[in-house]
């Protein structure tokens, strides 16, 4: 099956400056790349995602990029704020199929923004 | 508001009990989802039904049960509880068979174990 693998578990960062999180996947088949944001005892909630289709994808501070050679993708959070502190989950998706209809998750950074 | 509702919110309860997690997906959602949050642990995949049938199993422990209904309402079943089963549980719904677009989680349910 699919398997995920997140970097860094835990990252700190000055109000203002930029976060990377960086995922790979192992299964060729995934063609869809969400990520989710989950604060302290909240559900998480998506805030972006990509399609194998598409490199790159941009909403405001956030983008995501895709290498589908490389099978890896990442997060960017430009001018980070306080509000961003949570941790972020990346994940992977198959499509219908393939065998298997699960959406695999990593394991989660903790994304902490110091003012 | 995801618009997925899970129930109870909290559950307390003793070893070697047996407990039911209820979800309702969203209005149209023919999937659920089932993931189970340990502390500070990622999101592990429990099982996934769509419009009434299991379609995928992921690291659900035979001590664990679930089944969709007609009104696709979801029901996840846990028994002969251990210290180690505490956890966020999490219900998750999309309106496909499989989960290539948004997931949307319920706020899920904080089982204790004592």
């Known amino acids: 099956g699919e398997n995920v693998e997140q970097h860094p578990s835990t990252l700190s960062v000055q109000e203002g400056d930029s976060a990377v999180i960086k995922c790979t996947y192992s299964?060729?088949?995934?063609?869809?790349f969400p990520w989710y944001k989950q604060e302290l005892g909240k559900r998480p909630q998506l805030i972006i995602d990509?399609?194998?289709?598409?490199g790159e994808k941009k909403d405001q501070r956030i983008a995501v990029t895709l290498n589908k050679t490389a099978k890896h993708f990442s997060l960017h959070i430009t001018e980070t704020q306080p509000e961003d502190s949570a941790v972020y989950f990346c994940?992977?998706?198959?499509?219908?199929?393939?065998?298997?209809?699960?959406?695999?998750f990593g394991k989660g950074t903790k994304l902490s923004v110091i003012p | 508001d995801s618009g997925v509702t899970q129930t109870p919110k909290h559950l307390i309860t003793a070893t070697g009990q047996r407990v039911t997690l209820r979800c309702s997906p969203r209005?149209?959602?023919?999937?659920v989802y089932w993931y189970q949050q340990s502390l500070d642990q990622g999101l592990q995949f429990l099982i996934q039904?769509?419009?009434?049938?299991?379609?995928a199993k992921g690291n659900i422990l035979e001590r664990f049960s679930a089944q969709q209904f007609p009104d696709l309402h979801s029901e996840l079943n846990l028994s002969s509880l251990e210290l180690g089963d505490s956890a966020l549980y999490f219900c998750?719904?999309?309106?496909?068979?499989?989960?290539?677009?948004?997931?949307?989680f319920g706020q899920g349910t904080r089982l204790t174990v004592v």
């Open positions: 998750a719904s999309s309106p496909r068979t499989a989960l290539n677009t948004e997931a949307f």
């Open positions: 994940a992977a998706s198959i499509p219908p199929g393939a065998g298997s209809y699960q959406l695999t």
């Open positions: 209005s149209g959602d023919l999937s």
């Open positions: 990509i399609r194998s289709n598409v």
């Open positions: 299964d060729s088949a995934s063609n869809y």
């Open positions: 039904y769509y419009n009434g049938e299991e379609r």
